[in-house]
């Protein structure tokens, strides 16, 4: 999976430095939903027919009197099981701790909570299986696309068989997820979704998502804009054959592809990471920082050189009684793993230091441990994703 670095600091930094998001959240602004995929994207025959009522009678059944559903957010409320699945009846597909809104702050709390939703995704995961085996099809693609949105049990991230099979049973994932981000805030339980299906999307970017990738980085939403530069990356993927066999790229699932983009593509790519590089947002200019690397271009070199001297950095939680603090700076790491495809070495400048030495580490940065700006504060919003690589 593309990487991230867990809320908890003690973790190692994974390869592709994607970073803390999940901690007291503000509201959302911006813009999240003009372009669709059209029906014929990838909806198989044997999912029209066995959707066809749910297709026919979403609005009416979610008593929907708001603006037009687009197409893809009625195809993702039918097959998720929005409009029929008794999973759905407190607004979210599946159950966590509603105590996590005010606890997020406490470490100790969200540890029992993440526990919590742990276990909450095994059982889940436990009926998904019991309705596979007893061919109620509709129930296993409904709990199979949950534990697909699944965020928060980051241990249970590495199974990829529930993706694997709503793929397999013809459902098109990627217009579910571009369905739930096209709906309106108000329509009951896809907002809470925003964040996890951005992450889908930006795992699995494709040219066919392009346009919407290209409009998602102008969102407002920080978490939502960073994804999709990074999903502009992977879109924009370039090999090269001076690349060093340990620059990770291997680790990516998907596996990462060159898809031969037009000038123009590239261009309209090339501006939006430009303008993540410039952002005032942390998360935006790491994802910048990846999306660089893998795009290869001219300006990629020299661009990661000024985000490996970025100042942000985020400072692990006191603990009393012991003087040492991870420091982490996250634009750098994502910079220095990205160089590390042109040959170029540089410190990410992280590390566990105490007293002068983390006075000295710190001095000349700019603290963002608490920077929640632009970002959502509903649980599902916290995602995590894995690497099966990392760096020291």
């Not at 702050?105 to 909570?113: H, M, V």
């Not at 949105?149 to 571009?178: M, N, W």
């Not at 970025?310 to 220095?336: C, H, M, W």
Request: charged share 25%; glycine share 6%; proline share 4%.
């Amino acid at each position: 999976m593309i990487a991230c670095l867990r809320t908890n600091l003690s973790a190692r930094m994974s390869v592709c430095a994607f970073l803390i998001i999940c901690c007291p959240m503000c509201s959302l602004s911006g813009t999240h939903a003009n372009p669709t995929l059209q029906s014929s994207s990838g909806t198989s025959q044997e999912i029209n027919l066995l959707f066809d009522d749910e297709f026919q009678q979403v609005q009416t059944k979610l008593k929907w009197h708001g603006e037009r559903l687009t197409e893809d957010t009625v195809y993702a409320a039918a097959v998720s099981g929005l409009t029929w699945y008794s999973g759905w009846e407190q607004h979210r597909l599946f159950s966590l701790s509603q105590d996590i809104k005010d606890n997020k702050t406490d470490p100790n709390k969200r540890d029992l909570i993440l526990r919590e939703a742990e276990d909450d995704y095994q059982l889940r995961h436990s009926a998904w299986q019991t309705a596979k085996r007893s061919g109620r099809k509709k129930e296993a693609i409904a709990l199979g696309i949950s534990l697909v949105l699944a965020s928060g049990a980051d241990k249970t991230r590495h199974d990829i068989s529930p993706y694997q099979f709503v793929r397999a049973s013809g459902v098109d994932i990627e217009r579910v997820c571009l369905g739930i981000l096209q709906a309106p805030e108000s329509l009951k339980g896809f907002a809470n979704y925003w964040y996890a299906a951005a992450d889908i999307l930006s795992h699995h970017a494709n040219p066919r998502l392009l346009p919407y990738l290209l409009h998602l980085a102008n969102s407002d939403d920080t978490f939502l804009r960073s994804r999709a530069v990074a999903g502009l990356g992977i879109v924009g993927f370039q090999n090269r054959s001076a690349d060093p066999p340990d620059c990770g790229h291997h680790a990516f699932f998907p596996p990462l592809h060159e898809y031969g983009l037009s000038v123009g593509e590239r261009k309209l790519l090339m501006k939006e990471l430009i303008e993540g590089v410039q952002s005032d947002k942390y998360l935006i200019r790491a994802a910048a920082a990846l999306a660089l690397s893998l795009v290869a271009e001219d300006q990629s070199q020299p661009l990661l050189l000024k985000l490996s001297k970025d100042r942000a950095y985020i400072l692990s939680p006191e603990i009393k009684g012991n003087k040492t603090r991870q420091i982490s700076f996250p634009v750098r790491l994502a910079a220095a793993i990205g160089l590390k495809r042109y040959g170029v070495s540089v410190n990410g400048g992280s590390g566990e230091f105490s007293g002068k030495a983390l006075d000295a580490a710190k001095r000349g940065g700019q603290e963002v441990t608490n920077d929640h700006r632009n970002l959502r504060k509903d649980p599902e919003s916290i995602v995590t994703l894995e690497s099966s690589e990392e760096l020291e």
